[in-house]
């Protein structure tokens, strides 16, 4: 359809007909079988505003999209199609790795492709949009969506949110098997105060700038259709009524002309934050703002044409609105065919498809991160990866589980995955390995409370918690195979339902039923290789000091067993990076590598030091820093070199080098980094930012020359007065694997010539 008919088609519509446009409704208003991620006790939806709202969220299945849309649209006064919208977060059916093990991957055009690869297996079954990419940076492992992003750096989660973005959507989201993205939360969702879920966020405006809008922007500039509303307050205002944050940084500053949703009843919540007065309040303050859709309450639906008439808001205001929505179906092509890409026989072909799962076992092991790997003292060699002759028991209830994808895989079905037991079955020689339980999956008082509060129909078995008999049975079966074993895999770590939305945490340590199998076992046979699973960074202090080798490996999703023990037999050499830094213990939150310089920093004389920025108790730095990731090669790489020492003038870049050599024995690839840091500025600067990504792949005794390129624009920075610039002056500049590193050089950027 034109603009021109698509104007013309708005102006024939009724006042109450462009508002309804703005109404999305709970899927289960018309399927039983919908996915609620939000309460709806609230909401009672009319017969008028059901057959008219714009917009549905929830269901997915090709056969039912097509029934609810072929009656909608009869019974619609301009036949107007309706969008189906789904959070699809890491995958459909074929469920790849959560977010933040995707950002463990440091790969972008993989990310990308596991992007594509959803919208493929959505688009085939009737969905339009999805809720997707988070770009929200998090620093603080106790919120439990940490999961949901890809970390705590500015710089990966902005290539990271664009990857996503272009995945989803390709060139446009009206091509065949693609759907429009959403960037999400808008804005700085991921610093709620205290960690805890929906809670405000208090930030000064450089700090949001600097740190938190980029991401969002990145996905913004790679043309994501819609954005959505954060649930938070920012600065005490919530964002769904926030006309500053929408109207002057989304909309003028970022340049943002699509189509704004709020998230689940955020627009109610205003009046439960203490901003609004009552639902008329809260309805003006968002149109106002500039949210289009009104998701999951009546609030537009009930007041809006009514406030129009009254003269309270224009009918403008309205019509920007309901143009935006009607603009975003267009450019989905809905009007010449509203299944779009709906196919029944397609969804036999497409979801979990031999190509999909290879994708999902190619994302799943490249995002393990190795974080320990000690030499065994009698044999000489490291632990991993497992000798094919060893005897080994693979210990602890993620052996034999299959939820390995995270609760924000809402169609994800643990029947599809395969579990560790079954890829050891099949990939290892079956008289040499041992399986056992050995221990529930969580305390049974944290079973308790998420029944009560997720779903009162969780079974036992649902929580991964045993009786007291089963309990002892099931230990004492393990701790026999850790004893006839040379060697222990131990799989640990968090039910995936202790992370997620609404699942933070206090207590980011081992679910305490786990971590004392551990220390029976250890006891044991201390030739221990433990695999962590969770949704966030934990506290693995006990952990690391006891295993001799640690393997990070997240919520992998469907493919995650295979790929898991493609790691543990070096079928695959891991590479993964941590994305995110993992704490020393919980009372170093937040903690992060580009934080700013102290005025009193203990520069490593942590013994002598007193009046200084620390801990008494504990070190400064977490237990593994971000970037941070081994091998089963070894690299070296050299001292960094320069093209030259200055940028300004006519010299408008320079060059930095290095040369990465495999030292070691196998094939291996390194993720390369390049960090910078701005020594003294008109405002403090991080000690390192990451400014630049290779990842290289080397045989044995190979080496490659890895050149980055440094440009005055990765200078740049907030000032104090918010404009974004560069200042003369000298800088530091490091190549390495990890943001550990002191190994750097320095160049200076040239004051330019006033003429």
């Given at each position: 359809m034109?603009?021109k008919?698509?104007?013309e088609l ?6 109450e ?6 109404v999305?409704?709970p ?11 939000g309460g709806?006790e609230?909401?009672?939806f009319s017969?008028t ?7 549905i969220l929830?269901?997915?299945g090709?056969?039912t999209l ?13 036949h107007i199609?309706?969008l189906f919208?789904?959070?699809v ?9 959560m977010p ?5 991957t440091?790969?972008p ?5 596991t992007a594509q690869a959803?919208?493929r297996e959505?688009?085939?079954s009737g ?6 990419p ?16 890809t ?5 990966l ?13 390709g060139?446009h ?7 429009a ?8 969702y991921g610093k709620?105060e205290?960690?805890?879920e929906y ?7 450089h700090a949001?700038r600097e ?7 990145s996905?913004?500039?790679a043309?994501?259709e ?14 769904s009524?926030n ?6 940084v ?9 189509v704004l949703?709020?998230?689940?009843a955020?627009?109610?919540?205003m ?19 500039g949210v289009?859709i009104d ?5 537009y639906?009930?007041h ?7 003269g ?11 143009y ?9 092509g809905?009007?010449?065919?509203p299944?779009k ?22 994302a ?12 065994d ?7 991993l990866?497992?000798?094919s ?9 993620y052996?034999q589980?299959?939820?390995?994808h995270?609760?924000w895989?809402?169609k994800g079905?643990?029947e ?8 050891a079955e099949e990939?290892m ?10 221990c ?8 308790m409370?998420?029944?009560?509060h997720?779903?009162?129909?969780l ?5 991964g ?6 309990e002892?049975?099931i230990?004492?079966?393990?701790l ?10 131990l ?8 992370s997620g939305e ?20 250890s ?24 295993s ?10 469907t493919e995650?067993g ?5 790691v543990?037999?070096?079928?695959y050499n ?10 020393y ?5 937040p903690?992060h ?5 102290t005025g ?8 002598i030091?007193?009046y ?10 977490p ?10 090669t070894?690299?070296?790489i050299?001292p ?7 940028i300004?003038?006519?010299e ?9 050599k495999?030292a ?7 993720t390369v980094q390049?960090y910078i840091r701005?020594?003294?500025?008109s ?8 400014k630049?990504?290779?990842k290289?792949?080397l ?8 050149e ?5 624009e990765m ?6 007065d918010?404009r ?5 002056g000298s800088?530091l500049?490091?190549?390495?694997n990890?943001?550990?590193t ?7 950027l040239?004051?330019?010539?006033h003429i």
């Amino acid at each position: 359809m034109t603009d021109k008919k698509l104007r013309e088609l708005l102006n024939d519509m009724t006042l109450e007909e462009k508002v309804n446009q703005l109404v999305q409704i709970p899927g289960s208003y018309y399927d039983k079988n919908a996915s609620v991620t939000g309460g709806i006790e609230n909401s009672r939806f009319s017969e008028t505003q059901r057959s008219q709202a714009g917009s549905i969220l929830g269901i997915t299945g090709a056969k039912t999209l097509r029934q609810i849309q072929e009656t909608y649209m009869e019974n619609h006064p301009h036949h107007i199609p309706l969008l189906f919208m789904l959070d699809v977060i890491h995958g459909l059916r074929t469920i790849f790795p959560m977010p933040l093990a995707l950002g463990a991957t440091f790969d972008p055009n993989l990310v990308e492709l596991t992007a594509q690869a959803a919208a493929r297996e959505s688009a085939v079954s009737g969905i339009h949009v999805t809720f997707a990419p988070m770009a929200d940076l998090v620093r603080d492992a106790r919120w439990g969506r940490v999961m949901e992003s890809t970390g705590e750096d500015t710089y990966l989660n902005s290539l990271m949110t664009a990857a996503m973005v272009s995945g989803f959507q390709g060139n446009h989201p009206g091509e065949p098997e693609r759907i429009a993205a959403c960037v999400k939360h808008f804005a700085a969702y991921g610093k709620p105060e205290g960690g805890r879920e929906y809670s405000n966020v208090e930030l000064s405006e450089h700090a949001l700038r600097e740190f938190y809008l980029p991401a969002y922007e990145s996905g913004i500039r790679a043309g994501s259709e819609l954005v959505m509303a954060s649930f938070n307050t920012l600065n005490g205002i919530p964002s769904s009524g926030n006309h500053w944050l929408m109207q002057k940084v989304l909309r003028k500053e970022m340049g943002f002309d699509g189509v704004l949703i709020s998230d689940w009843a955020s627009i109610e919540e205003m009046i439960h934050h203490g901003f609004c007065q009552d639902e008329k309040e809260a309805a003006k303050k968002a149109i106002e703002a500039g949210v289009d859709i009104d998701m999951a309450t009546t609030i537009y639906a009930n007041h809006l044409a009514g406030m129009v008439k009254s003269g309270e808001i224009t009918e403008a205001c309205i019509d920007e609105a309901a143009y935006r929505v009607l603009r975003l179906k267009n450019r989905l092509g809905l009007f010449e065919n509203p299944f779009k890409d709906g196919d029944e026989d397609k969804e036999k072909e497409v979801i979990l498809s031999g190509e999909h799962r290879a994708l999902a076992r190619k994302a799943a092991r490249e995002s393990v991160v190795l974080l320990k790997n000690e030499k065994d003292v009698q044999t000489g060699k490291k632990l991993l990866p497992v000798n094919s002759e060893e005897i080994v028991a693979f210990i602890g209830p993620y052996v034999q589980s299959k939820g390995l994808h995270s609760t924000w895989a809402i169609k994800g079905r643990a029947e599809d995955a395969v579990s560790i037991r079954e890829a050891a079955e099949e990939n290892m020689v079956n008289e040499n390995v041992m399986f056992a339980c050995g221990c529930g999956m969580m305390n049974r008082d944290n079973g308790m409370i998420l029944k009560r509060h997720i779903d009162e129909t969780l079974t036992e078995a649902d929580l991964g918690i045993f009786d007291e008999q089963t309990e002892k049975q099931i230990e004492r079966e393990a701790l026999e195979a850790a004893a006839k074993a040379s060697l222990v895999v131990l799989c640990l770590g968090e039910h995936r339902l202790l992370s997620g939305e609404a699942a933070s945490r206090s207590d980011i340590g081992i679910p305490m039923v786990q971590l004392e199998l551990f220390r029976k076992v250890s006891e044991v046979n201390p030739r221990i290789v433990t695999v962590i699973f969770g949704g966030r960074p934990l506290d693995l202090r006990e952990i690391s000091e006891k295993s001799m080798a640690v393997l990070e490996v997240w919520l992998p999703g469907t493919e995650g067993g295979n790929a898991i023990v493609d790691v543990l037999t070096g079928a695959y050499n891991p590479s993964g990076k941590l994305p995110v830094s993992f704490p020393y213990s919980v009372g170093q939150i937040p903690v992060h590598y580009n934080e700013y310089a102290t005025g009193r920093p203990l520069n490593g004389k942590e013994d002598i030091a007193f009046y200084r920025s620390r801990y008494l108790d504990i070190p400064n730095h977490p237990l593994y820093p971000f970037g941070y990731g081994l091998s089963y090669t070894d690299f070296v790489i050299s001292p960094v070199e320069l093209s030259r020492k200055t940028i300004g003038g006519a010299e408008k870049s320079l060059k930095a080098f290095v040369t990465v050599k495999n030292a070691g024995s196998r094939k291996g690839t390194e993720t390369v980094q390049l960090y910078i840091r701005d020594i003294a500025a008109s405002v403090v600067r991080p000690v390192k930012e990451l400014k630049g990504i290779c990842k290289v792949t080397l045989e044995q005794g190979e080496e490659q020359k890895v050149e980055f390129e440094i440009t005055e624009e990765m200078l740049q920075f907030h000032d104090a007065d918010g404009r974004l610039t560069s200042e003369p002056g000298s800088y530091l500049l490091w190549i390495d694997n990890s943001s550990d590193t002191e190994a750097g050089a320095e160049f200076a950027l040239e004051r330019k010539e006033h003429i």
